[in-house]
């Protein structure tokens, strides 16, 4: 039976009396990745602020594994094992590929960190590379990626520090169709083994990743469902998709 991961529960938030997240019920497995859509503005991105704590709750609960995340500082939130992909990514530019991967390996020996460090010295940084299809760039400074690779490099530093669960925000906005399809390829390799949610508005990447997907429309969840589900919903087409659904979006 799949196990309950993370789960908002009536969670609110005000910026300046807008409620941004109004309400919001969202419930997710260990191990699924969901994809999370909506028109701009919906309050996706002020979700994901609130689950690692950048962004205060005004109301409601966070749960993860049962554990209340809204009365944690963001520091804790990350020890309990979640890891935020910003829209800019956020490597050391002047170090290599290798040397980045070393830092967030060193900041979190956990059991991730020790799979990947596997029993060689350097031999779970160069899996870890691997994974993300930068071993040939281990020696390169982030500086010399392109955007695509500096995004997968992100990933590898959040897969790094073991965060079991993970979320991408607009993980392939400014990517090539060619470095897209390569991000919805180690998407679907992470899944079981991490909880993923990503905030996506290119539809084509959120078919190709997303078993479920959530809508969200000023600030609650307005659908769930799979992804012809969702393209066939009535009310999300007009909020958001459009009359072509998701094939026209
Ligand atoms: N720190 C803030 N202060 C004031 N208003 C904010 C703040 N953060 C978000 N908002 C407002 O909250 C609403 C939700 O924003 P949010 O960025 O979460 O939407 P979104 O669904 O991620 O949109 P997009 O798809 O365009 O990224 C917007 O109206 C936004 O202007």
């Known amino acids: 039976m799949s196990q309950v991961h993370l789960q908002l529960v009536d969670l609110c938030v005000s910026f300046n009396g807008f409620r941004a997240v109004n309400n919001l019920n969202l419930s997710v497995n260990k191990g699924e990745l969901r994809c999370l859509i909506g028109p701009n503005g919906a309050g996706k991105t002020t979700a994901l602020d609130l689950i690692c704590g950048k962004t205060r709750a005004l109301s409601g609960e966070i749960r993860l594994d049962g554990r209340n995340l809204a009365a944690m500082e963001?520091?804790?939130i990350a020890r309990a094992g979640v890891g935020r992909k910003f829209q800019?990514?956020?490597v050391f530019r002047q170090l290599t590929v290798r040397d980045?991967?070393?830092v967030a390996l060193c900041?979190?020996?956990g059991v991730?960190?020790?799979l990947f460090r596997g029993g060689r010295s350097g031999e779970g940084l160069e899996h870890l590379a691997e994974f993300v299809g930068l071993a040939d760039q281990l020696d390169e400074p982030a500086a010399n990626l392109s955007h695509g690779q500096t995004q997968w490099?992100?990933?590898a530093l959040l897969l790094a520090q073991d965060s079991e669960l993970i979320l991408l925000d607009e993980p392939t906005a400014g990517m090539t169709a060619q470095e897209t399809r390569k991000t919805a390829d180690i998407c679907n390799r992470l899944k079981g083994k991490h909880t993923i949610i990503v905030v996506e508005h290119d539809m084509g990447f959120v078919r190709d990743i997303g078993d479920v997907l959530s809508v969200m429309h000023q600030g609650s969840l307005l659908a769930e469902g799979t992804a012809?589900?969702?393209s066939a919903n009535e009310r999300v087409r007009e909020v958001y998709l459009g009359s072509m659904g998701i094939h026209g979006a």
């Open 100 to 102: 980045n991967l070393e």
């Open 107 to 109: 900041r979190k020996p």
């Open 112 to 114: 991730m960190a020790n």
């Open 153 to 155: 490099l992100e990933i």
């Open 74 to 76: 963001d520091y804790q």
């Open 228 to 230: 012809d589900e969702i």
């Open 88 to 90: 800019v990514p956020s």
